[in-house]
């Protein structure tokens, strides 16, 4: 069974700092593309960062360029996002998602696998 477990969510205060993980299982991703995606209340889901197969390659949503990192660890099957500065505008779900392509994909509805998501809060 193929999963994608997210962690590393959790309540912080402006300006602080998160790192949340992704850890896939029941098949290897280290030759899909993978991305962090958010979605608010009331809100679309929205890319926020993407990262291709080697890690060579990354995308970040104007948002959040600057403040967070998108990383893998192919060897461990683990996407991770350092987030840094946080906004209470960053408050939202976070999913990660794979995507069995080489290159970045921007747009959630070309991703095939999906985390369940983790709650991020930022207070003010």
């Known amino acids: 069974q193929v999963q994608l477990v997210e962690s590393g969510g959790g309540l912080v205060q402006a300006g602080g700092s998160l790192r949340l993980a992704c850890v896939a299982s029941?098949?290897?991703?280290?030759?899909?593309?993978m991305g962090w995606f958010r979605q608010a209340p009331g809100k679309q889901r929205e890319i926020v960062a993407a990262?291709?197969?080697?890690?060579?390659?990354?995308h970040y949503s104007p948002t959040v360029k600057g403040r967070f990192t998108i990383s893998r660890d192919n060897a461990e099957n683990t996407l991770y996002l350092q987030m840094n500065v946080l906004k209470p505008e960053d408050t939202a779900v976070y999913y990660c998602?794979?995507?069995?392509?080489?290159?970045?994909?921007?747009?959630?509805?070309?991703?095939?696998?999906w985390g369940q998501g983790t709650q991020v809060t930022v207070s003010s």
């Open positions: 998602a794979a995507t069995t392509t080489y290159t970045i994909r921007i747009l959630p509805t070309l991703y095939e696998f």
């Open positions: 029941g098949r290897s991703f280290d030759t899909d593309s």
């Open positions: 990262i291709d197969w080697r890690g060579k390659s990354t």
